[in-house]
T-cell receptor, first 112, second 112 residues
Framework: DADVTQTPRNRITKTGKRIMLECSQT?????MYWYRQDPGLGLRLIYY???????NKGEISDGYSVSRQAQAKFSLSLESAIPNQTALYFC???????????FGQGTRLTVV | KQEVTQIPAALSVPEGENLVLNCSFT??????LQWFRQDPGKGLTSLLL?????REQTSGRLNASLDKSSGRSTLYIAASQPGDSATYLC???????????FGQGTELSVKP
């Protein structure tokens, strides 16, 4: 099983719908992150969490919210999806400042 | 603004060639730099992590170097193989709690 698991892997949704992307990890890391990847723009940070009670906005948090349900679970929500939120979304974990980041396989989201 | 740049955006080489991928960053006060591989539509696989106090890291046919004073890192791939074809991403932790800033990647194609 993958260390960082994202569900669903693919999702098509309609404009205005609420959608949740889920991430779970078995690495025991405290830190979790959500990024989105767009062609030509690379990966950009949406939200991050350093522990269960900590939530921080990243570079592009508008239109998104997150929930850290447990050390191992970090969910990303789009309250009212819009077409320009069509992208590849990645969850990542790390255990501190100097150590590797580990990424999930990604969720491809299409908003029509 | 802290930025990461990767040049070229795409590279095509014949099998067996040694090659170098480049990554530059605008601020030398980094905590670490990480190289990733991404296959089409897939997640990111960590290749090498270089901490700010290190000059290079090696894993198999891969060698990554770091020169903070010039704001540059290189990923050297020896004896390239078709299976090395992928997009290679460079990411920097700019002393911001493990949040990564990514370059836009170099798409590598190794021809048989």
């Amino acid at each position: 099983d993958a260390d960082v698991t994202q569900t669903p892997r693919n999702r098509i949704t309609k404009t205005g719908k609420r959608i949740m992307l889920e991430c779970s990890q078995t690495k025991g890391h405290d830190r979790m992150y959500w990024y989105r990847q767009d062609p030509g723009l690379g990966l950009r940070l949406i939200y991050y969490s350093f522990d269960v009670k900590d939530i921080n906005k990243g570079e592009i948090s508008d239109g998104y919210s997150v929930s850290r349900q447990a050390q191992a679970k970090f969910s990303l929500s789009l309250e009212s999806a819009i077409p320009n939120q069509t992208a590849l979304y990645f969850c990542a974990t790390s255990d501190g400042l100097y150590t590797e980041a580990f990424f999930g396989q990604g969720t491809r989201l299409t908003v029509v | 603004k802290q930025e990461v740049t990767q040049i070229p955006a795409a590279l095509s080489v014949p099998e067996g060639e040694n090659l170098v991928l480049n990554c530059s960053f605008t601020d030398s006060a980094i905590y670490n730099l990480q190289w990733f591989r991404q296959d089409p539509g897939k997640g990111l696989t960590s290749l090498l992590l270089i901490q700010s106090s290190q000059r290079e890291q090696t894993s198999g046919r891969l060698n990554a170097s770091l020169d903070k004073s010039s704001g540059r890192s290189t990923l050297y791939i020896a004896a390239s193989q078709p299976g090395d074809s992928a997009t290679y991403l460079c990411a920097v932790d700019y002393n911001q709690g493990g949040k990564l800033i990514f370059g836009q990647g170099t798409e590598l194609s190794v021809k048989p």
